[in-house]
């Protein structure tokens, strides 16, 4: 069993790791980030994937990796549902969280959710600071509605009225 697991470790290192993880992107607010990462804390994949949670008008993306647990070293087992987190503003890393690689290291206790949220928040909060500061025109409505910190990117769809009435 441990030979097949090197096998299919080699061969995804030869065809790349962007064929072999799989990445899902998902809009989240960025005051919710945490919220949502912590609520997978206990999920688990069955193959190597990255949760992009991203909030495209403050340009934060919050990146959740399954990553493999060894379960035994006799027979070479292993799971993904070890965590680790990596925190992006502007494209570029900010910071690294991870639990333990290992069954006896393996806690996700470790990760404080409320300090990732916490970090997110003053990265905001620094970015809306700048933007005072700038020189910017204050009174601009969307200025003043992205100063709130709780603009959103949504699509606005036309619905028919004559749908409503039917």
Same mark, same amino acid.
């Given at each position: ?5 090197? @096998?299919?470790? %080699? &061969? +995804?290192?030869? !065809?790349? &790791?962007?064929?072999?993880? @799989? ?6 607010? *960025?005051? /919710?980030? #945490?919220?949502?990462? $912590?609520?997978? @804390?206990?999920?688990? %994949? ?8 991203? =909030?495209?008008?403050? *340009? ?16 070479? %087992?292993?799971?993904? /549902?070890s ?5 992006? *503003? !502007? /494209? $570029?890393?900010?910071?690294?969280? #991870? ?7 393996? &806690? ?12 997110? !928040? ?5 970015? %809306?600071? $700048?933007?005072? *500061?700038?020189?910017?025109?204050? =009174? ?9 910190g709780?603009?959103?990117? +949504? ?6 009225i ?5």
């Amino acid at each position: 069993m441990k030979k097949n697991f090197k @096998k299919l470790l %080699m &061969n +995804a290192n030869k !065809n790349n &790791n962007d064929e072999f993880i @799989k990445e899902i992107y998902l809009n989240v607010p *960025h005051y /919710d980030m #945490a919220a949502v990462a $912590e609520g997978l @804390k206990e999920s688990f %994949m069955t193959e190597p994937t990255s949760l992009v949670l991203t =909030d495209d008008i403050y *340009h934060i993306r919050l990146v959740i990796m399954w990553t493999p647990r060894i379960q035994s070293n006799e027979d070479g %087992m292993c799971t993904f /549902d070890s965590h680790a987190f990596s925190l992006y *503003h !502007n /494209d $570029e890393k900010i910071c690294d969280w #991870a639990d333990g690689k290992t069954a006896e290291e393996y &806690n996700t206790v470790t990760i404080d959710f409320k300090k990732i949220q916490y970090r997110i !928040n003053r990265i905001v909060e620094k970015d %809306m600071q $700048e933007v005072r *500061h700038s020189g910017v025109n204050l =009174d601009d409505p969307y200025v003043k509605y992205w100063m709130t910190g709780r603009m959103i990117m +949504a699509p606005v769809v036309p619905f028919p009225i004559e749908l409503l009435n039917d």
